[in-house]
T-cell receptor
Framework: NAGVTQTPKFQVLKTGQSMTLQCAQD?????MYWYRQDPGMGLRLIYY???????DKGEVPNGYNVSRLNKREFSLRLESAAPSQTSVYFC?????????FGPGTRLTVL | GEDVEQSLFLSVREGDSSVINCTYT??????LYWYKQEPGAGLQLLTY?????DMKQDQRLTVLLNKKDKHLSLRIADTQTGDSAIYFC???????????FGSGTRLLVRP
């Protein structure tokens, strides 16, 4: 089992560009999450999906959209990237009390 | 809303015990977690504890929970250089298992 996978690993964007971060899990988990991690800070929840077909805002949703494509995949879209969105983005999934995290996508917006 | 706080830095000698502390504000937090993050890597779940427990032991790791003071600690026995990493405390309170994270404690293990 690969667990939680994320693509790409690294990305550099210019201000105003758009992109989609991909996340997939092979553990048949119902819930999936997107977090961002800024230097010297813990992770903050952007959006989550408690089950296929549902999505909800987390703590810092502004500037992002998500799609729960199916049970396996949960994507995060930046429509018009801003330097404040420079961060490391982590996807996670869970079925019970144990959320498992992917390796992260390091995004730089110039 | 929930707030989770940790000290920023801890330095110990190899072979000593490490104790990393965390406080949280929401008494309804049901699950409390410790994650480990090595440089450039994702988060590895080390252990978790339900709020109705006082202590949980897992090999070299001991988690203590004081619900009255909303204080959580992680003790690592016989700390090794491979334990050098950032340790995050996190709290979760509902069935969606959304987590609120502290800002992490950087543990440095000196040879």
């Amino acid at each position: 089992n690969a667990g939680v996978t994320q693509t790409p690993k690294f990305q550099v964007l210019k201000t105003g560009q758009s992109m989609t971060l991909q996340c997939a899990q092979d553990m048949n988990h119902n819930s999936m999450y997107w977090y961002r991690q800024d230097p010297g800070m813990g992770l903050r929840l952007i959006y989550y999906s408690a089950s296929e077909g549902t999505t909800d805002k987390g703590e810092v949703p502004n500037g992002y959209n998500v799609s729960r494509l199916n049970k396996r995949e949960f994507s995060l879209r930046l429509e018009s990237a801003a330097p404040s969105q420079t961060s490391v983005y982590f996807c996670a999934s869970s079925e019970d009390v144990r959320p498992f995290f992917g390796p992260g996508t390091r995004l730089t917006v110039l | 809303g929930e707030d989770v706080e940790q000290s920023l830095f801890l330095s110990v000698r190899e072979g000593d015990s490490s104790v990393i502390n965390c406080t949280y504000t929401d008494s309804s937090s049901t699950y409390l977690y410790w994650y480990k993050q090595e440089p450039g890597a994702g988060l590895q779940l080390l252990t978790y504890i339900f709020s109705n427990m006082d202590m949980k032991q897992d090999q070299r790791l001991t988690v203590l929970l004081n619900k009255k003071d909303k204080h959580l600690s992680l003790r690592i026995a016989d700390t090794q250089t491979g334990d050098s990493a950032i340790y995050f405390c996190a709290a979760g309170g509902d069935s969606s298992y959304k987590l609120i994270f502290g800002s992490g404690t950087r543990l440095l293990v000196r040879p």
